[in-house]
């Protein structure tokens, strides 16, 4: 198992099966915003979203993923984790959303320093990885504002409804990373 990251000013932490009404409501009352950008959000179910907690348990149990809520004031307000973790090559990726009533206050920032500092640092990886929608502006703003470096674009990379989307790459390594010097 991995250690959880800790954020400042927020909490993250696992969801659990008791979660799966909340963290619905939070999609379904931002699906057309979600779905702009994320392709399961469209078609996000009850169902779905406790089958999706199940799953984050079982890959945090094996080491594989780690996902957790984003809470703020007790309330569920968004998703963040790594995934595709590998031990041999020692890089991860991130993902992440945040309901837009949350959005333009930093939290998404925190909650990804705190993965960077955590994949970087105890965890022992070299090399996090970061892919958003060329026209994403929010989400390319979180990776430019914590100093990962812009890689390239993958063309076509991402099919989001019957849309198929440029994503920017960008990445941050071990001996890049200083989360102290990194503005909010």
């Keep these: 198992m991995l250690e959880l990251p800790r954020a400042q000013g927020l909490e993250l932490r696992l969801k659990e099966e008791r979660d799966a009404e909340e963290l619905y409501g939070v999609i379904d009352r931002h699906r057309a915003y979600l779905a702009r950008w994320l392709p399961w959000a469209a078609d996000q179910t009850p169902d779905g979203t ?3 907690i199940r799953q984050c348990h079982r890959q945090y149990t094996l080491g594989d993923a780690v996902t957790t809520a984003i809470v703020v004031d007790g309330a569920i307000a968004g998703v963040v984790g790594v995934h595709e973790l590998s031990r041999l090559h020692q890089t991860t990726s991130i993902g992440y959303w945040l309901a837009p009533e949350y959005q333009g206050r930093g ?26 929608a060329v026209h994403n502006e929010r989400s390319r703003a979180v990776a430019e504002r914590l100093g990962f470096v812009e890689e390239g674009v993958a063309r076509q990379a991402e099919r989001v409804g019957e849309e198929r989307y440029d994503l920017v790459v960008y990445s941050v390594l071990a001996p890049d990373w200083t989360s102290a010097t990194i503005a909010e």
């Design 50 to 52: 406790l089958e999706f």
């Design 107 to 132: 939290l998404m920032t925190r909650a990804v320093r705190a993965y960077v500092d955590a994949a970087l640092g105890p965890w022992g990886l070299h090399r996090v990885e970061l892919r958003a």
